[in-house]
């Protein structure tokens, strides 16, 4: 059984940083593309970045030279270094395992900034 567990969502000032993280167990983590997405209220879930198996990662415009997404395949986690967070980043914050045509997702944390 696929699960995928988030953390690190909080309340935070603009201008300030948090780092999440999502352990996975029940993949094989390492062959797998890991995404964090996110949703706000009002608005549909999209991507805010991806790292592959072979270590390329992509971001959304929004995010680039602020987020930073990295693996540790000895640990099964993927993290999200947010940093010069935004109040419009404000959203759940979902974690996604995808293979092969399978897509896996998280409970979701909650990122509030907010002063």
């Known amino acids: 059984q696929v699960q995928l567990v988030e953390s690190g969502g909080d309340l935070v000032q603009p201008g300030g940083s948090l780092r999440l993280s999502c352990a996975a167990s029940?993949?094989?983590?390492?062959?797998?593309?890991m995404g964090w997405y996110r949703q706000a209220p009002g608005k549909q879930r999209e991507l805010v970045a991806a790292?592959?198996?072979?270590?390329?990662?992509d971001y959304a415009d929004s995010v680039k030279g602020r987020f930073t997404i990295s693996r540790d395949n000895a640990k099964n986690t993927v993290y999200l270094q947010m940093n010069s967070l935004k109040p419009e980043d404000t959203a759940v914050y979902y974690c996604?395992?995808?293979?092969?045509?399978?897509?896996?997702w998280g409970q979701g944390t909650q990122v509030t900034v907010s002063s």
């Open positions: 996604n395992a995808a293979f092969a045509g399978n897509s896996n």
């Open positions: 029940g993949i094989i983590f390492s062959i797998y593309t």
């Open positions: 790292i592959i198996r072979g270590g390329r990662k």
